[in-house]
Each structure stands twice: as C-alpha cells, then as structure tokens.
C-alpha cells in the first residue's frame, strides 16, 4: 500500500513556481502494478523520488507498507570510484541480501563484460541504469519503482527486462512510469494520470490510458 497524505510539491526556479503535486490524496493498493502516466514535465518521476524518500515533499507525507525499491534505473547512489561488482556488494550489504548471490545475478542479467569490474565512472549512462535495473530485480522488495529502465540496451535485453519484472510482480507490486502503451498494458493491470498537479487511480489499464490521450490531445491542440 502506498498511500499520499495532502501530498504538495513545489518547484521554484528563477521566481516561478511549478506544481508537481497539489494536496494528493489517494491510495495505491497493496499488490497493484500501477502505471503512472502524465505529459513530460509533468512531475512523474518526482512523484517516485517522493514515494522512494529521496525527494522531500514541500508539505504533506508519503505512508507505505513493505520494502520499496529506489526508482530502477537511478544510480545516483552509486560510488563512481568502486566498480560495478563493489557497488552492488554496497547495496546487497544495506538491504542485508547474500552478496554474492547479488554479485552472481547482476553480472548475468546486466551483461557488462569485463566493464562490471572496472570504476563506474567509466559507464555510459545506458551502463549505470542497467546496472541500477539489475541490482533492483536482484532484490526482492514488496514494491518496485520503474522510471523507463527497460528502454534502455537492445532488443534482447529489453525482453530480458520484461520477462524478469514480469516474474518479480507475481510477489510484489510497482509504480511505473512509461511512454510506451503497449508497455504499461503488458506490465501493469491498474493506471495512475498525474496531470496538472492533480494524481487520479484508476482500476483498469485502459481507463487510465483513455484519460490520459485525452489530456495530450487537448494539450496539442492548445499549442
């Protein structure tokens, strides 16, 4: 269950404030792979750093139960000077996880080559998420938040991403955030439309979807 509680963000830049995130007040239940959809800009992955703890709200609090990934695909907390192997023994050790077996499944699932033992700072960006993906599938937590991670790396490993979220969400849910349709029809089975500040949940996929086309067309048209 995560729950946001008179959820406000606000933004300030140059004397313009931007809302991501006016009084929210809803629920999102436990074991729902919920699909968050919004126009860019919209707030979307501020809503996850908010839901993970790492982005404080302005006011208001975020309440869930279970253990929370951190948005997949952020390496933020990675140390650019410990290589990939040495960064995901850090984390396994954080979330009290057998390590090697961390070791062993990130190294297969990410296909690095010999990169997974060389300093992170030598990573592309496409590197670093995988690396991120691979440790966060590596870990069983109750929820899973999924910021376009499986876009990333080619054909192969995007099917290799579906089919290893897909057996993760047989245990847990998630909150992910997608441009892709297709993609939020095939992972998850309930849509969150963040439009204007405003967060509304809806049961089935397809309603979520509806609602949101209908808000970039009308943004289109206004432009």
Known sequence: MIQFDHLTKV?????????????????????????????????KSSLLQMIAGTLLPTSGRVVSTGQISWPVGFAGSFHPELSGAENVRFVGRIYGVDTDELIDFVEDFASLDQHFRLPLRSYSSGMRSRLAFGVSMGIRFDTYLVDEITAVGDAAFRERSDQVFKERMKTAGAVVVSHSMQQIRDLCDATAVLHNGKLAYYDEVEAGIKVHNANMAALAAAQ
């Open 11 to 43: 933004f300030t830049l140059n004397g313009k404030r931007k809302v991501v995130a006016d009084d929210i007040n809803l629920t999102f239940p436990t074991g729902r792979s919920v699909g968050l959809l919004g126009r860019n800009g919209a707030g």
